[in-house]
């Protein structure tokens, strides 16, 4: 963020400034997770009776819908991400919401978009 905070303090054009603030929207919206995450990790290692609930997770669903939001991002920067799901996996069974965050952490942070085999 203080990148583009940096790169703001520069003469830009008007959409250049568009898009640095949606970065840095994005980016606080991801340290707001991260955060988030933390504490729930937190809690978690405090308190033995909050427990996280498992759901069915059928991949060949969950994940390109999960990985959606990432689509404009790879093929902005002309990278690949290929999503190759055998059509008889099996139902996993997870926290759902804990599964988004690993694989959104993932994501967010590749250099480069890897193929993605379930």
Request: glycine share 0%.
């Given at each position: ?11 830009t054009t008007p959409e250049e ?8 929207e994005a980016e606080c919206d ?89």
């Amino acid at each position: 963020m203080k990148v583009m905070i940096q790169m703001l303090q520069l003469p830009t054009t008007p959409e250049e400034t568009q898009r640095y603030l949606k970065l840095m929207e994005a980016e606080c919206d991801r340290e707001m997770e991260l955060i988030n995450d933390l504490l729930d990790l937190q809690r978690l290692q405090t308190s033995p009776s909050v427990s996280l609930t498992s759901d069915a997770v059928l991949l060949q669903e969950w994940l390109p819908w999960t990985i959606e939001p990432f689509l404009v991002r790879i093929q902005e920067r002309q990278q690949i991400l290929k999503l190759n799901l055998p059509s008889d996996l099996p139902t996993l069974f997870s926290n759902s919401n804990s599964l988004e965050r690993i694989l959104i952490e993932l994501l967010n942070n590749r250099p480069l978009a890897k193929v993605l085999d379930a």
